[in-house]
């Protein structure tokens, strides 16, 4: 059964709190992606990596990190410095970035603070 | 700025009824314009791409549309049904090979029996 697969579906953080979001993928592709939505927006880019051992900041990077150690696996962690992380988590991933590729969405995790 | 706005924010139709959502994009340069399914608390689904030199594009009842010189895009679905009801998502490319898309906030859709 070939896919995205996130965990946890939802997740509490406490004050001052890191919590880490996982995201596996066996499509064999390449790029990954972390996605932030907020209820009435679009969806915002906050890291995305082309290859293992190498991931750039989007647009909302700040109070998030992330690592690439294996082709398959994404995590995110949010870290105490993200002040306002309740919001759905999406990772993504795709083969590359060519013209007709397209990203491919796991089922997201609903962060929450307690 | 680059930006993709739709219309209307939500949409209720009675289940049979043919719709059609608007996409209108400010992105520049322009590669491809996707749009994507999300039903609620699920991650988008693809439906529909586009590169700048199609204009129509179908997948089953969902069929897009691209004018590029205008720089809209509608997706219109026919004979809904209630799996129809979920958010229906514009994203942009913007130019060449980018792994940065500009996302749209969506169309909200509800199908009523």
């Known amino acids: 059964d070939g896919g995205i697969t996130q965990s946890p579906k939802y997740l509490f953080r406490k004050e001052g709190q890191n919590v880490t979001l996982s995201c596996e993928q066996n499509?064999?592709?390449?790029?990954m992606y972390w996605y932030r939505q907020d209820p009435g927006q679009g969806l915002r880019l906050i890291y995305y990596?082309?290859?293992?051992?190498?991931?750039q900041k989007g647009d909302i990077a700040e109070g998030y990190s992330v690592s690439r150690e294996k082709k398959e696996s994404f995590p995110l962690t949010v870290t105490s410095a993200q002040k306002n992380p309740t919001a759905f988590y999406l990772c993504a991933s795709s083969i590359g970035a060519g013209l007709r590729e397209t990203q491919y969405f796991g089922p997201g995790t609903r962060l929450l603070v307690l | 700025k680059n930006q993709v706005e739709q219309s209307p924010q939500s949409l209720i139709i009675l289940e049979g009824k043919n719709c059609t959502l608007q996409c209108n994009y400010t992105v520049s340069p322009f590669s491809n314009l996707r749009w994507y399914k999300q039903d609620t608390g699920r991650g988008p689904v693809s439906l529909t791409i586009?590169?700048?030199?199609?204009n129509t594009k179908s997948n089953g009842r969902y069929t897009a549309t691209l004018d590029a010189d205008t720089k809209q895009s509608s997706l219109h679905i026919t004979a809904s049904q209630l799996s129809d009801s979920a958010s229906y998502i514009c994203v942009v490319s913007p130019g060449g090979s980018s792994y940065k898309l500009i996302f749209g906030s969506g169309t909200r859709l509800l199908v009523r029996p």
């Open positions: 586009m590169t700048f030199s199609e």
């Open positions: 990596s082309q290859i293992v051992n190498d991931f």
């Open positions: 499509l064999n592709h390449d790029a």
